[in-house]
């Protein structure tokens, strides 16, 4: 969908990372135009974002870009990308397996996978190229945005020193924790101080991969120390035998210069090993959310929304399931089907489920980390920290099965009465209003997910006339809409219900037996409903 001579495209997305890029992607497919500012000419080879969880490779799969990215992965196949958490040391002695994510995979189409950010980048930007919609502007940055009632102008200087101003009826800011774009719409943030500074290393050593050969199959590592009241030390590989990466807490003022790394790599392994040290960087560690995702035309995505400390892989993922969420909504704003409250509800869903996730989740651990440190030590009290590990073990496996992001409360969906929006919930089977669709195979002996629509689908089990009542009233609103025709049978009787709108981003809008069709239509768009 082209623009009008007023737009140099339909919306302009600054920052141009995994987010940024597969917001692009995703705005590409529905035939939006967009342009995709970012001031890195090549991705940067910092090994961050590395573990994709299920849900995300989704998204790749709906971008048409899952093979190649499965075939950009730095570790092989064969030899697992599972974490551990130790006591002490790494080799110390005590450990226990960490984000064990296959634990949910029957409720995802996908596996999960886990390789550098700079890899996945990569994808996407070649994805990205084969999108006609799409313009990638590399080595250019974003200096403002002004907004007016009718669009956007994104200031930008390219690397030659061109100055220049991109009109759009929208813009995105994907731009990191120090977002332009989120400053220059007068978007605030609330944020919580840990007072921390951490280090990252990215080393080399193959020595160390000599020593945790006693762990097959990991490939992240996390060590508990009771100086360290709840915060981490964490290994991470890049890829299978040489290049790592490691996280820890430092004193206030370290420097490059000033600090024996060598020293605490060692420590926090319990042993000593080669090393090459290719990165020292230091960050604080701090949580940042943004008190609106939206202002006006603008929106924020990804870190600019939200930032917190790289703790159980959630901020690459986070960022990418607010490409997808929003992705849809500036479509159907753009082609004209969108009900005044949609863009709206990208913020109602997207805002509280980040709060969750950094409250009862990444935050919540340290809590929890520093009480079992404080309350447990072998040294004191060996049978009573033995007994309180295998306790963590089991939680370990709880915390998967509680992190299932849903938009119980969004105000398009039908979710239960006095529901909120949260990171916590349950993986299961049935189809719920305003949760992500299980997969199923259908009788053809496709699975759900390769049926799905670009926009609504409906999922019509054994039903009669009501498919074609919602054809009709989709039609009447210009909502794009699938109807896929099945049995109650096969495994689909596990949605415990005949009728099921799937959202464009594989979210359950609505469940029933029986429908008022345009009704639910108009509330899944973000319009009022009839009287």
């Given at each position: 969908?082209?623009?009008?001579?007023?737009?140099?495209?339909?919306?302009?997305?600054?920052?141009?990372?995994?987010?940024g890029?597969g917001?692009?992607?995703?705005?590409g497919?529905?035939g939006?135009d967009?342009?995709?500012?970012e001031?890195?000419?090549?991705?940067?080879p910092?090994?961050k974002?590395?573990?994709?969880?299920?849900?995300?490779?989704?998204?790749?799969?709906?971008?048409g870009?899952?093979?190649?990215?499965?075939?950009?992965?730095t570790?092989?196949?064969?030899y697992?990308?599972g974490?551990?958490t130790?006591?002490?040391?790494?080799?110390?002695g005590?450990?226990?397996?960490?984000?064990?994510?296959e634990l949910?995979?029957?409720?995802?189409?996908?596996?999960n996978?886990?390789?550098?950010?700079?890899a996945?980048?990569?994808?996407?930007?070649?994805?990205?190229?084969?999108?006609?919609a799409i313009?990638?502007?590399?080595?250019?940055?974003?200096?403002?945005?002004?907004?007016?009632?009718?669009?956007?102008?994104?200031?930008?200087?390219?690397?030659?020193?061109?100055?220049r101003?991109?009109?759009?009826?929208?813009?995105?800011?994907c731009?990191?924790?120090r977002s332009v774009?989120?400053?220059?719409?007068?978007?605030?943030?609330?944020?919580?101080?840990?007072?921390?500074l951490?280090?990252?290393?990215?080393f080399?050593?193959?020595g160390?991969?000599?020593h945790?050969?006693?762990?097959p199959?990991?490939?992240?590592?996390?060590?508990?120390?009771?100086?360290?009241?709840g915060?981490?030390?964490?290994?991470?590989?890049?890829?299978?035998?040489?290049?790592?990466?490691?996280?820890?807490?430092?004193p206030?003022?370290t420097?490059?210069?000033?600090?024996?790394?060598?020293?605490?790599?060692?420590?926090?392994?319990?042993?000593?090993?080669d090393?090459?040290?290719?990165?020292?960087?230091?960050?604080d560690?701090?949580?940042a959310?943004?008190?609106?995702?939206?202002?006006?035309?603008?929106?924020?995505?990804?870190?600019?929304?939200?930032?917190?400390?790289?703790?159980?892989?959630?901020?690459?993922?986070s960022g990418?399931?607010d490409?997808?969420?929003?992705?849809?909504?500036?479509?159907a704003a753009i082609?004209?089907?969108?009900?005044?409250?949609?863009?709206?509800?990208?913020?109602a869903?997207?805002?509280?489920?980040?709060?969750s996730?950094a409250?009862?989740?990444?935050?919540?651990?340290?809590?929890?980390?520093?009480?079992?440190?404080?309350?447990?030590?072998?040294?004191?009290?060996r049978?009573?920290?033995?007994?309180?590990w295998?306790?963590?073990?089991?939680?370990?496996?709880?915390?998967?099965?509680?992190?299932?992001?849903?938009?119980?409360?969004?105000?398009?969906?039908?979710g239960?009465?006095g529901?909120?929006?949260?990171?916590?919930?349950?993986?299961?089977?049935?189809?719920r209003?305003?949760h992500?669709?299980?997969?199923?195979p259908?009788?053809?002996g496709k699975n759900i997910?390769?049926?799905l629509g670009?926009?609504?689908?409906?999922l019509?089990?054994?039903?009669?006339?009501?498919?074609?009542?919602?054809?009709?009233?989709?039609?009447?609103?210009?909502?794009?809409?699938?109807v896929?025709?099945?049995?109650?049978?096969?495994?689909?009787?596990?949605?415990?219900?005949?009728?099921?709108?799937?959202r464009?981003?594989?979210?359950?809008?609505w469940?029933?037996?029986?429908?008022?069709?345009?009704?639910?239509?108009q509330?899944a768009i973000?319009?009022?409903?009839?009287?």
């Amino acid at each position: 969908m082209r623009t009008s001579a007023e737009y140099h495209a339909s919306v302009v997305i600054v920052g141009g990372g995994p987010v940024g890029i597969g917001l692009a992607v995703d705005l590409g497919q529905r035939g939006i135009d967009c342009i995709a500012v970012e001031r890195h000419h090549d991705p940067q080879p910092i090994p961050k974002g590395q573990n994709l969880t299920q849900r995300t490779l989704e998204h790749f799969y709906f971008w048409g870009a899952e093979r190649q990215l499965r075939a950009a992965r730095t570790i092989p196949r064969e030899y697992g990308i599972g974490g551990m958490t130790s006591y002490g040391t790494l080799l110390g002695g005590y450990s226990h397996d960490w984000l064990q994510r296959e634990l949910v995979r029957p409720f995802y189409f996908t596996d999960n996978e886990r390789l550098p950010q700079y890899a996945t980048e990569a994808v996407l930007r070649r994805r990205a190229a084969e999108i006609p919609a799409i313009e990638a502007m590399y080595g250019s940055t974003c200096r403002a945005i002004r907004e007016d009632a009718n669009g956007v102008s994104v200031d930008i200087v390219d690397r030659d020193g061109t100055a220049r101003s991109l009109r759009a009826a929208y813009a995105v800011g994907c731009d990191g924790s120090r977002s332009v774009v989120r400053d220059h719409a007068g978007i605030t943030q609330t944020r919580s101080d840990h007072d921390r500074l951490m280090v990252l290393l990215v080393f080399r050593s193959t020595g160390l991969h000599e020593h945790l050969a006693r762990y097959p199959g990991k490939s992240f590592y996390n060590v508990l120390h009771p100086e360290l009241g709840g915060y981490w030390k964490f290994f991470g590989r890049v890829d299978l035998g040489s290049t790592w990466f490691f996280h820890a807490p430092v004193p206030l003022g370290t420097t490059r210069d000033n600090f024996d790394f060598k020293g605490l790599l060692h420590e926090a392994v319990g042993a000593e090993f080669d090393i090459a040290f290719e990165h020292i960087g230091f960050w604080d560690l701090r949580f940042a959310l943004a008190d609106s995702y939206r202002a006006g035309r603008v929106f924020i995505a990804g870190d600019a929304a939200h930032s917190h400390p790289p703790y159980g892989g959630y901020g690459i993922n986070s960022g990418l399931e607010d490409a997808v969420n929003l992705g849809w909504k500036l479509a159907a704003a753009i082609q004209g089907w969108a009900g005044p409250a949609l863009l709206d509800s990208y913020d109602a869903e997207r805002r509280p489920v980040f709060a969750s996730t950094a409250r009862d989740f990444i935050e919540k651990s340290i809590f929890t980390d520093r009480d079992f440190l404080s309350g447990h030590d072998p040294a004191r009290d060996r049978t009573d920290f033995e007994a309180a590990w295998r306790e963590r073990q089991s939680g370990a496996r709880a915390e998967v099965n509680a992190f299932e992001p849903n938009y119980e409360g969004s105000p398009i969906v039908f979710g239960p009465v006095g529901a909120a929006s949260s990171a916590i919930g349950s993986h299961a089977h049935a189809a719920r209003a305003g949760h992500h669709l299980a997969p199923q195979p259908l009788s053809s002996g496709k699975n759900i997910f390769e049926e799905l629509g670009r926009g609504f689908t409906l999922l019509a089990l054994g039903a009669d006339e009501t498919p074609a009542a919602f054809e009709h009233a989709a039609s009447s609103l210009g909502v794009p809409l699938k109807v896929i025709r099945d049995s109650v049978a096969g495994g689909r009787e596990k949605y415990a219900s005949r009728l099921i709108l799937v959202r464009p981003d594989q979210f359950v809008a609505w469940t029933a037996d029986e429908a008022e069709p345009l009704n639910v239509l108009q509330r899944a768009i973000g319009k009022p409903e009839s009287r």
